[in-house]
């Protein structure tokens, strides 16, 4: 039987940017990955924070060479309205920019990368079992050929994103609070695009603050649409070789125009029901990273963000354990991670109940104000001295409430 120091199950961000990182510091390192790479991802729109932990893990130097899509801000429309926020005018310093990228060619980069430091990646390897202990963790797995292997490491990093391998194994899932939701989205050819609508995200609201639609940019001239809603909605927009879904884009002014002609280049694709949350993110002899803890909604973007900053984080957790030191899982990682996700959270809950958008389609926006939220929007959801970030829970109904008595009395 192979006995390394971590395994860690799946090759997405979350797991890419934790083995990278043990690595470095000389751990023998594994990673299991259920699927043969370049494969397809969703979560193409990427927020400056995460080029910090790309950086820290040692991976942002193979992606720069790559030339993905440069992003430096994100619009919101509704109807006539219009906001458009800067990465270059916020409050927090940090990264002014990232990218939109193609998730199978993002993916496959850092795998590469993280291959090229060291760590063993094993792809179209399933993890099937899982037994934890304290100091010896043993993991059985399924290879391309169907044949069941058993590897032992001292520490598990689960990074399996949707596959949600321990969550499962160890009955650690919860309900997601939020209103089950679907997508469909595909990639469409983009040859009208302006130069403008390559940098940006761009979100429009529609149904009332029920429902929204994506389109992001890549290098290669082609467009990321997906639209957001109802289940049943969403189920109906992925019927008709797509024809139901090309219809419903013509429905957005920006989007008019640019995609009437526009080949998909594959059928739109569904995914329902993505909001979950987990019932603690740590265990004897293991981790969870990435969407194996909680995954919120795609509304701001944040997904790659928080897997690529708690792969880090459980990383660095991890090798504190190893070498002997006390780890306070739950202080030191948890609730450091969930600190971030319920700033989201108060965003995302803001966005559905109008609140977030009766501020940023106000007639006026002050613009310190508009600067802090736009780090939010950046990622930079750890910085306490951040009122749009300490005051997350409140600050958004507030607001929202003088502008509505504000414009009602214009
Ligand atoms: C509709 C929608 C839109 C989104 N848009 C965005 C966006 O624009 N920007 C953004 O940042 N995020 C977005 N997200 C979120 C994003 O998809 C995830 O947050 C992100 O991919 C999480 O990365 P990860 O590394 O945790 O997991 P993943 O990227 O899912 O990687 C996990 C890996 O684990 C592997 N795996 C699973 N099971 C096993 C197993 N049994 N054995 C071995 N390997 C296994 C999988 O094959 C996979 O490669 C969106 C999500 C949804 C639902």
Redesign the pocket.
């Known amino acids: 039987m192979q006995t390394i120091d971590v395994l860690v199950?799946?090759?997405?961000?979350?797991?890419?940017v934790a083995a990278s990182y043990l690595v470095k510091q000389g751990y023998k390192v594994s990673i299991?990955?259920?699927?043969k790479?370049p494969?397809f991802?969703?979560?193409?729109?990427?927020?400056p924070c995460?080029m910090e932990y790309l950086d820290e893990s040692g991976l942002l130097e193979a992606v720069i060479p790559k030339g993905f899509q440069k992003k430096t801000g994100a619009a919101f429309m509704r109807g006539e309205k219009r906001c458009e926020f800067y990465f270059s005018e916020q409050y927090t310093k940090g990264w002014t920019w990232t990218w939109q990228v193609k998730?199978a060619d993002f993916?496959l980069t850092l795998a590469e990368a993280t291959r090229a430091k060291g760590v063993d990646v094993l792809f179209e390897?399933?993890?099937?079992s899982v037994q934890c202990s304290p100091d010896r963790q043993i993991v059985e797995?399924k290879d391309p050929e169907g044949a069941l292997h058993v590897i032992e490491s001292k520490f598990i990093i689960d990074?399996?994103?949707?596959?949600?391998?321990l969550p499962r194994l160890f009955d650690l899932s919860k309900p997601s609070a939020f209103t089950p939701r679907?997508?469909v989205?595909s990639h469409l050819e983009d040859i009208n695009r302006t130069e403008d609508a390559s940098n940006n995200?761009f979100v429009h609201s529609f149904d009332n603050n029920r429902s929204w639609i994506?389109a992001?940019p890549f290098s290669d001239g082609s467009t990321s649409v997906?639209i957001?809603g109802d289940q049943e909605k969403i189920v109906e927009l992925t019927e008709n070789n797509g024809e139901k879904y090309k219809e419903f884009i013509q429905n957005f002014a920006d989007l008019k125009g640019r995609f009437k002609e526009s080949k998909l280049k594959f059928e739109p694709k569904n995914?329902l029901g993505?909001s979950i949350g987990v019932k603690q993110m740590f265990g004897e002899g293991f981790v969870l990273?990435?969407?194996?803890t909680e995954?919120l909604d795609?509304i701001f973007?944040?997904?790659?963000?928080?897997?690529t900053a708690?792969?880090l984080l459980s990383a660095k957790m991890t090798h504190k354990h190893l070498q002997g030191e006390a780890v306070d899982w739950k202080t030191d990682y948890e609730d450091v991670i969930q600190k971030g996700i319920d700033v989201f959270r108060s965003y995302v809950s803001g966005w559905y109940n109008g609140d977030f958008q009766t501020i940023v389609f106000a007639k006026e926006i002050d613009l310190d104000f508009k600067n802090q939220i736009c780090s939010v929007l950046a990622g930079y959801v750890w910085d306490q001295s951040n009122p749009f970030v300490k005051k997350h829970d409140t600050i958004l109904g507030t607001l929202a409430k003088v502008i509505r008595m504000k414009e009602r009395e214009v």
């Open positions: 199950i799946g090759a997405g961000p979350a797991g890419t299991l990955e259920k699927e790479f494969r991802q969703i979560g193409e729109s990427l927020l995460c998730r993916d390897c399933e993890v099937i797995y990074s399996s994103g949707y596959g949600r391998v679907g997508a989205f995200i994506w992001i997906g957001v995914i993505y990273s990435g969407n194996s995954f795609p973007s944040s997904g790659v963000t928080f897997a708690s792969g």
